[in-house]
Structure formats: structure tokens, C-alpha cells
């Protein structure tokens, strides 16, 4: 039997060697050893040998010259010359190691920074969700003209016409969902769980299906069959042990037993990673209820139909309901967002729009650097390029060849920059707090794939070409009599010194804007973690509660939970003070009213100014150590049924009572009580886009929570040492007021600062990156052409100092020559530093304050660096000995 | 420049081994025997694109001359390429063995082992 060798193999080789006179020769001898080696050893064995064989065979014949090829060039394969300027450039760049590297590296910098960049993008803006069939899940919403640019939500009543009148349409399955902190109680600690109430069509919009068990029916959604919940994979593992007869049961949540009818597989978790869906059921009162916006809104487009469609059917209808409501609807227009748009935070978009041209900017910076570095290289070779093209060569063919070698930096550099790239997302997904990810949708998903790679690729070969260019037309202009005649000083023609001039400049320029860009996030991160907002931050432990309405349905039940519970804190030991109120500084969330002035004509209901509301107990003002400006504090006096009292920031008193005489005013808000004002406290920075915004402090009305109990509150405790250590004690406090009562968030108030500037933070983290990058390329680039030019003129310098210039007067031509590119380099970047910093002003909302200041000692700071950076090549040149110098010709 | 003139044939380490293993096996010199012996009696695994390489350059030079033999089942239905030793290439390893043998010449005493 003769056994064949595998025929892929053999075709491959056979390719390989078809200009070959042995082809045949060849591949008899490879055929005959195979059956030799399958006799001594296996086949599989000599299948893999004649594999290594055919490749290594091939290989050789295509890299290495074939003798029989060259000896009749007449017929030179175009594909073979092509193939002999690789080999050359790859040559090249092998000789030159250090150089080359340089280059691989810088590229791989600049490419994995915008890789990363992308990255971040196309998880957090192009494909947050992972639904399937994603972009054709929309978010119909109501727009208002008042509504400031932030994107609503919808009423309730409102939504059920659209659901009713939308039915067959462009948009079906038209679901609402509205947030539920549930409470769980179940088998072992309370937990609280992040839930959403939803329509029985929210699963079906998304295309999703129960793994165990079924979603919601339709008549589900009838308040008294509304008790039903479907769990998430997650929760079902942790909470019910994975009990695989779960559906059916009965759990506890909120104080009721509601009945599981199902869990989704692992992958499901909209929205914000939610762990429980419940069904959204509306009662008569809220059904017809039109002004309070609460809902969100999702669905799926029809098959066929175009958001375009979506859009003008939903604006018909809404333009309807203004006619028919026209007291809550009249100003309301309606807007259809993909999801992924729609879920999207506002400030995002911009922040990674800055990214992106920072990336931009870092790799502009290195393919200038890259390509001072090959012209550079391109000097020291203009002889070797000139004795080509006198012996025959064609310009193109350099050209070619110039071009090839930028094109193996960047075969070269490409999994290095994957690698950066990775790195950096890798380490961009570990730093994030797990707390925080579930609100930024995308995040886990921030990674190489195929389209990260693929911008990667296209970046690189962009960069290339920008790089590659400068010294390819530089060499196809060179006249070759002038570089065969020049005595060793090549590459200070006039066109090529003007050209790595341009570069440096270049460079300068883009990295300033770069370096104001961070600084300014810094700065503004450090003003927002340092300076004083109000309050003392320090030694104060936080947490939150949601009392159940089904536990507390009244206003008596909460007010004694927090009564015992603020007592029961007040006695632990390490404890200073204890307060509760509706929302802390700086917390996740906020309350807001419209208020009326007694002896002030009323005004329009939508037109009421409005202030933040806070609901605090008495000691809130002693536990944030937020100064109490004039009359008193709340006391215990302050309970319900005795006056109504209120307290105004000094903002508030300012904004309402511009003379003055705050005290004593009445306010209420809508059609409450009228509230006495018994004092004035120190202004509290919530958050710092409304002051941005404002541009001042936003007026806080504050109520004695016994005079209006919340079901929604935080605790806030100030202690003597470390909070953290009183965590323990504090649960079983309150765990005595309540056992089946959870609290969440439990974290110092500090650290609840730290996560509020966690988003500013990565923004100044990442501008630092790439402003550190920039201003280090920059400054090696101006380095290294400074010591080019150095070197080039020695001789010059040599005349200079035999003629009697002293040291200095060297150092000074040389720094000279460095300042004034610098010069140049950074009267361009200020003007784009200044543009930058209103592009940031405008994109951060106002957060940043872009200090011309800040520019000017920036760029005093960047030049003095430059000049430093030439300074070392100026000594150089002031240390040239003239008899050397002029010998060496 | 290489010359192709055989008068001043120079012959490499491995070139003058191939040569030899040539001539020593006759007529059976065709490309999977001369690499076995090489590998058994020089103690050297040359790589076949390196055989194939030096075989082609001893051809060019001049040293070596081939012919085919008939198509062979064995092989695929391909013929192998013999090869002799030319004129020249005698004229070349006779060179070398001179120069060699007359640059050993009074110094076996130093060279041989000394146990």
C-alpha cells in the first residue's frame, strides 16, 4: 500500500515552489520520506512532519531569494519584487533595534489608548444592552420645553392611552416600568433587593422568556391578582437555594406574600441589573393621574416599521392628548429613543467624546514622534537611498519601500497595542465599584472583540499612513547629486529641517490642550473632595431604609419606627449623634418641592419655584455639623399637632427674602400647612451640577421629619472613632425595632462622597493618562530632534568655538533654536487649550471652570520642560571641541 | 562576484560533504539518501530547504550535474534527480583536500588526543 502525504500540504508546497525547476524533485523526495517516516513511526506522526516540513519548505522558498528567480530578472514577478522590499524593509528595521522599538512602542501607546478609548464607547454608548435584536427596543418618552434637556418620564395615565391607542402599530408591546426597592425577608437576614414593577408586556417587548415558570399574563395586571413576582437567576440562587420547584411558592417581600411565577435565565437583568420583576399594576386614582411623571416607558418596534414611523404616530397622539387634557398635557410633545440611547446618562456622550479626541490627540502626538523618528533615520540613509536611485532604482520603488517599513512598525505594533488596550479596560472594570456599574449599562461588557480589533487595525494602519507619508515624499524629493556630494552633514536640507520642525511644533501645541484638559478635572475633583460644601464628612456612618407600606401604611407606624430606632442608635456606644432625614449630602438621590410665600399673590402651579425638600430629625444639623446661621434647630417640641416649623438654607433666605427677615415667614408647599420659618442653616452642596448650573446654591426648605414621616430615609450617625467599627452594633439596634427590616448602603459618608465623584474622577484619571503621555512624547520628541540637530552641526559649532564663542553663547544658539519651536508650539496649543476648556465648560454642565489661569501657568510649566528636555543637547553642543570637530572631516 | 569558472571553485564545509556523499553513493545519489547519510556519517541534520539550497548551488557551480530517472509510484508518480559529481567538482574537492592535508602536515603531534 502506498500512503498518500495529505494533499493540503502538498498543494500548499507545491504553490509555494511552482517557480522552482525541483518543484517535482522536491516533492517526489518529500513523498517518498513520508511513507518512510509513517513505516518507523505512525501516521499521524509523519503527517505532522510533513506538515512542519511543506511549511518550512515554503516559507524559505518565498523569504529567501530564489536563485533561479534572480538569474532572469526579465520576468520578475511583480509579487516577487513586492516581496524582496519586504524582506529589505523588514531588514532595515531589524538593524536599527533601538529606533525601532522606539517607534513599536510609541505607536502601540498611542493605537491601545484609542483601542481603550473605543472600547469604552462601544459598551457604554453603541451596544450597552446585550438583548437580542436590540435596536428594535425603543423608549417612547413626553418632552416638555421646561424639562431642561432631561430626558422624562412618562404619567401614568398618559401611558395607558398610548399602550390603548398605539395597539397594531409602529411601536407594539408597550410596557411600563417604575423602580422597586424591595424588601426581602424570606429565610435568613433581610435584604434589600433592586426590583422593577412591570407591565405583563415588558418581557415580551424584550423578547425575553422565564428559564423556570412563565412571566406575567395580562390579567396579571388587575391590582387583585397583582402579587406576583419573577425572580432573577441570581437572586433564585442565593436567596431560594436555587429551589428548583420555586414556582408556585409564596414569598416574602415588603410585608405580603407574593406568589413566584417564574425566574429568567442568568443573562437577563434589565434594566441596571434588577433582581426582581413584580407586576406593575395601577390602581383607579393613578391610572388617571397625568401630572406626576414617573413611569419609564419601553417597547418594541413593529416588524417593518422604522423608528422614523415610531415617532410621527407617537407625536400625533400626544399632540391629541394636549387637545383633550389640555391642563397637565399642553406643553407635553413625546420623543421615541432606541434603548440604548434612551437609557444612556446624559453627561456621558460628552465625557467620552473628550476621551475620544484626547485619545486622538496622544495619537497625532505619537505619529509625529514617529515620524521625527524615521526621518531621523531617513538622514542617516539619504546616501544609501541615493546610490539606489543613481543605480537604477525607481523613486516609487524607495517610496515603496519607505512605505513597507511603516507598514511592518505597524504589523509589529498592533498586538502590543492590543495588549495596552486590554490591559487598560481590564484595569478601568476592576476600579469600578460594583454599586456603581449596575447604574453605567455596558460596563461589564468593556473588552477586546472583533470590532475593538478591528478599530485597532484601522487606527494603526491610519497612523501609518500619517507617519509614513512625511519621510516617503521627503525621499522621493531628494535630488541625488546633492546627497552624493554633502560631506556627512545629510538631513539638514532645508525642506527635511523644516518638516521635523512642523512636527515639534505640532506635538507642543497638541499636548497642552491635553495637559489643561486634566488639569482642569483635577482641579475640579479636588475642590469637590476637599473643600467644605457644607458639612463635615468625617465620622459619620450612613445607611438607608425602605420602610414597607404594607408594615407602615401611615404616617403614626413610621414615625415610631424612627422614633425607636433613633433612640435605640443614640445609646450605642461611640455614637456622638443620630439623625434621620429623606436624603443626605451628596446621596444618589434627591427631593424636590413647589413652594408658596404667604402674602405673596399664587401663582401657577407649574410656574411655583421650587426648592429641595429635606425631612430631618433634630439632630441632622449636629451630626453634618452644617452651622445653624440664625433662630434654632428642630427639638423634639417640633412633633405633630404642635405649629408647623421650617428651616431655610441661607440660600434659600437669600433667594426668597432678598431684604432679609427670613424669620418668622410663612411657606407651604402645595396646598399643606402653612410653616413658620424658625431658622436659617448653612448651605449643603448636594450636587455639584446644580451649583455648575446655577451657578449658585440651590435653596433647601427643611421640615421636622415627626411633623412628616418618610417611608424612604436615610440614618446618619456621628461617632467618636472609626464608623465602620459601629456597623455591627448598629444592626442589631435596629434589628431589635424591626427584625425583618433591612437597611442598604451602609458606608461612611465619606466614602458616599468618594462614589459621587467616582465618574469625575475616572474622567481626571484618564484625561492625566493621556496629558502625561502626551506631554512625555512631546518632550522626547523635541529631545531628539534638538540632539539631531546638535549632531548635524557639529562642525558648525566647532568653527563657532574656534572663532571664540564661549560655552554660553552655544548653549544659547542651541536653547534658542528650542524656545523658539517651543514657543511657537505652545502659542498654537494655548489657543486650542482655551477652546478645549469651553468645549469641557459646555460638555461637563458647568461642573468645570476653565481658568485661563490655569492655561497660562500650564503652558509656562510645559515650555520650561521643553527647554529643559533641549537643554542636555545644548550642553552637548557647548562641550563640542572644535580641533575634534573639524577634524572628523 | 562569484565566478562560475571551475579552476577556482571554492568549496564550503558542507559543500565538500555533499560532494563526497555524492560520490559515495553512486548511483542511488538522489536527495533523501544524500541527506541520511549526511545526517549518519557528519553527525549534522541539514534542513531540507538548506540541502535542496546547497544542492542547487554545487549545480550552478558547476560540481554537480543531475539527471532524472522514470516516474515511481512510490513517489507520487514523480521521477527522482540523480546526481553525479562533475569534472570540476573533482577538480574542486581534490583542491580542497590539498590545502587542508598540506596545512595539517607537522601538526598531528599537537593535534592528536592527548590521553
Redo the contacts between chains.
Keep these: 500500500m ?1 500512503l ?2 495529505p494533499g493540503v500540504a502538498e498543494q500548499l508546497l507545491a504553490r509555494a515552489l511552482r517557480a522552482s525547476p ?1 518543484r ?10 513520508y ?2 517516516v509513517a513505516a518507523a513511526h505512525s501516521i499521524p506522526y509523519a503527517r505532522c512532519w510533513y506538515w512542519a ?1 511543506a511549511i ?2 515554503a516559507a ?2 518565498i523569504l ?1 531569494a530564489q ?2 528567480s534572480s538569474v532572469q530578472p526579465a520576468k520578475e514577478h511583480r509579487m516577487d519584487r513586492l516581496l524582496m522590499d519586504l524582506r529589505f524593509a523588514i531588514r532595515s528595521l531589524v538593524k536599527q533595534p533601538t529606533t525601532t522599538i522606539a517607534i513599536v512602542v510609541t505607536l502601540a501607546l498611542g493605537v491601545g489608548a484609542n483601542t481603550a478609548v473605543f472600547g469604552v464607547i462601544d459598551a457604554l454608548l453603541l451596544r450597552p444592552f446585550t438583548m437580542r435584536n436590540v435596536d428594535r427596543i425603543v423608549m417612547p418618552v413626553s418632552t416638555s420645553p421646561h424639562w431642561s434637556g432631561r430626558r422624562e418620564t412618562v404619567s401614568a395615565a398618559d401611558f395607558l392611552d398610548w399602550r390603548t391607542s398605539l395597539r397594531g402599530g409602529a411601536i407594539d408591546h408597550l410596557a411600563g416600568m417604575n423602580w422597586w426597592d424591595a424588601n426581602l425577608v424570606g429565610r435568613d437576614q433581610p435584604e434589600r433587593v433592586l426590583g422593577f414593577f412591570v407591565s405583563p408586556e415588558f418581557f415580551a417587548a424584550l423578547d425575553a422568556h422565564a428559564a423556570i415558570g412563565r412571566t406575567f399574563l395580562p390579567e396579571e395586571e388587575i391590582t387583585a391578582n397583582a402579587t406576583r413576582v419573577v425572580l432573577s437567576d441570581g437572586l433564585w440562587r442565593r436567596r431560594f437555594g436555587a429551589d428548583p420547584s420555586i414556582v408556585g411558592k409564596s414569598t416574602l417581600i415588603d410585608g405580603a406574600q407574593w406568589l413566584v411565577v417564574g425566574v429568567m435565565p442568568p443573562t437577563f437583568d434589565f434594566p441596571m441589573r434588577a433582581e426582581l420583576w413584580g407586576v406593575l399594576s395601577l390602581d383607579e386614582k393613578s391610572a388617571r393621574n397625568r401630572s406626576n411623571h414617573y413611569l419609564t416607558v419601553i417597547g418594541r418596534l413593529g416588524d417593518d416599521r422604522t423608528l422614523d414611523e415610531a415617532r410621527g404616530e407617537l407625536r400625533a397622539l400626544s399632540q391629541r392628548l394636549a387637545r383633550e387634557h389640555p391642563e397637565t398635557n399642553s406643553q407635553l410633545g413625546a420623543e421615541v429613543y432606541t434603548v440604548s440611547r434612551g437609557m444612556a446618562d446624559v453627561g456621558v456622550p460628552a465625557v467620552l467624546a473628550l476621551w475620544q479626541a484626547a485619545g486622538l490627540f496622544v495619537l497625532l502626538i505619537a505619529c509625529a514622534n514617529i515620524a521625527n523618528l524615521l526621518l531621523a533615520r531617513a538622514a542617516e540613509r539619504e546616501r544609501e537611498m541615493a546610490i539606489r536611485l543613481a543605480l537604477g532604482s525607481s523613486r516609487g520603488r524607495v517610496v515603496r519601500g519607505s512605505l513597507l517599513e511603516s507598514a511592518m512598525l505597524v504589523v509589529a505594533s498592533t498586538p502590543l497595542a492590543l495588549a495596552v488596550a486590554w490591559a487598560s479596560l481590564r484595569l478601568m472594570r476592576a476600579s469600578m465599584p460594583a454599586r456603581i456599574v449596575r447604574y453605567i449599562a455596558g460596563w461589564d461588557q468593556m473588552g477586546l472583540d472583533f470590532r475593538t480589533i478591528a478599530v485597532t487595525l484601522t487606527c494603526a494602519a491610519v497612523a501609518a499612513l500619517i507617519f509614513g507619508t512625511v519621510p516617503a515624499v521627503q525621499l522621493a524629493r531628494g535630488v541625488v547629486s546633492d546627497a552624493l556630494k554633502a560631506d556627512g552633514r545629510t538631513g539638514a536640507g532645508p525642506g527635511r529641517q523644516r518638516a521635523r520642525r512642523v512636527l515639534v511644533v505640532a506635538e507642543i501645541a497638541l499636548a497642552l490642550p491635553l495637559l489643561v484638559a486634566a488639569m482642569l478635572s483635577i482641579s475640579t475633583v479636588t475642590r469637590f473632595l476637599t473643600s467644605w460644601q457644607g458639612y463635615d464628612p468625617n465620622n459619620v456612618l450612613t445607611m438607608r431604609l425602605v420602610l414597607p407600606e404594607l408594615r407602615y401604611p401611615d404616617a403614626d407606624s413610621r414615625e415610631r419606627f424612627t422614633v425607636a430606632a433613633l433612640d435605640r442608635l443614640r445609646t450605642m456606644p461611640g455614637a456622638v449623634a443620630v439623625a434621620a432625614g429623606n436624603v443626605l449630602p451628596a446621596i444618589d438621590s434627591n427631593a424636590s418641592r413647589a413652594i408658596e410665600l404667604a402674602g405673596q399673590p399664587p401663582v401657577d402651579p407649574s410656574k411655583a419655584p421650587r426648592v429641595d425638600y429635606r425631612v430631618v430629625s433634630e439632630q441632622y444639623f449636629e451630626v453634618l455639623r452644617t452651622p445653624l446661621v440664625s433662630g434654632r434647630a428642630f427639638t423634639t417640641a417640633d412633633r405633630k399637632g404642635s405649629e408647623a416649623v421650617a428651616i431655610v438654607s441661607e440660600a434659600m433666605a437669600r433667594k426668597f427674602w432678598p431684604s432679609g427677615g427670613a424669620l418668622d415667614q410663612q411657606i407651604r408647599i402645595a396646598n399643606g400647612p402653612w410653616m413658620r420659618v424658625v431658622g436659617i442653616c448653612g448651605d449643603i452642596v448636594h450636587d455639584w451640577f446644580d451649583v455648575g448650573t446655577t451657578g449658585s446654591r440651590v435653596p433647601t426648605l427643611y421640615r421636622p421629619i415627626a411633623q412628616a414621616p418618610a417611608d424612604t430615609f436615610a440614618l446618619a450617625i456621628r461617632t467618636t472613632g472609626d464608623p465602620l467599627s459601629l456597623v455591627n452594633d448598629t444592626r442589631i439596634a435596629l434589628a431589635k425595632v424591626d427584625a425583618t427590616q433591612p437597611i442598604f448602603d451602609v458606608m461612611t459618608l465619606r466614602q458616599v462622597l468618594n462614589e459621587k465623584t467616582i465618574s469625575l474622577r475616572y474622567i481626571a484619571t484618564v484625561m492625566g493618562v493621556f496629558a502625561g503621555l502626551a506631554v512625555l512624547l512631546a518632550v522626547l520628541g523635541l529631545y531628539a530632534v534638538m540632539t539631531f540637530l546638535v549632531a548635524r552641526r557639529v562642525r558648525e559649532i566647532g568653527v563657532r568655538i574656534a572663532l571664540g564663542a564661549t560655552s554660553h553663547d552655544v548653549v544659547r544658539l542651541t536653547l534658542g533654536q528650542a524656545a523658539r519651536l517651543t514657543a511657537v508650539g505652545i502659542a498654537v496649543g494655548f489657543v486650542m487649550a482655551v477652546a478645549l476648556g469651553r468645549l469641557m465648560e459646555a460638555g461637563l454642565l458647568g461642573i468645570v471652570s476653565s481658568d485661563i489661569r490655569i492655561s497660562a501657568a500650564l503652558a509656562a510649566g510645559l515650555g520650561a520642560t521643553a527647554l529643559f528636555s533641549s537643554y542636555l543637547p545644548a550642553r552637548r553642543a557647548a562641550s563640542v571641541d572644535p580641533i575634534v570637530a573639524l577634524r572628523a572631516e | 562576484m562569484k565566478s562560475n569558472s571551475p579552476s577556482d571553485v571554492y568549496l564550503g564545509e558542507l559543500e565538500q560533504q555533499l560532494l563526497l556523499v555524492v560520490l559515495r553513493l553512486g548511483d542511488e545519489a ?3 539518501p544524500i541527506g541520511d547519510l549526511l545526517a549518519k556519517a557528519a553527525g549534522r541534520v541539514v ?3 538548506a540541502l ?2 546547497a544542492l ?2 554545487l549545480e ?1 557551480k558547476g560540481c554537480l550535474r543531475s539527471s ?1 530517472g522514470d516516474p ?5 508518480g ?4 540523480y546526481f553525479t559529481v562533475t569534472a570540476a567538482g573533482l577538480r574542486g574537492l581534490r583542491q580542497s583536500r590539498r590545502v587542508l592535508l598540506g596545512l595539517w602536515e607537522g601538526l598531528e603531534s599537537k593535534l592528536e588526543p592527548s590521553s
Design positions: 502506498i498518500r502525504p525541483y517535482d524533485d522536491i516533492l517526489g523526495d518529500l513523498y517518498e520520506s511513507a518512510a516540513h518550512r519548505l524559505r522558498t529567501r536563485p533561479v | 538522489y536527495a533523501n534542513s531540507r530547504g535542496y539550497t542547487e548551488r550552478q532524472l515511481l509510484p512510490e513517489r507520487g514523480r521521477a527522482r534527480r
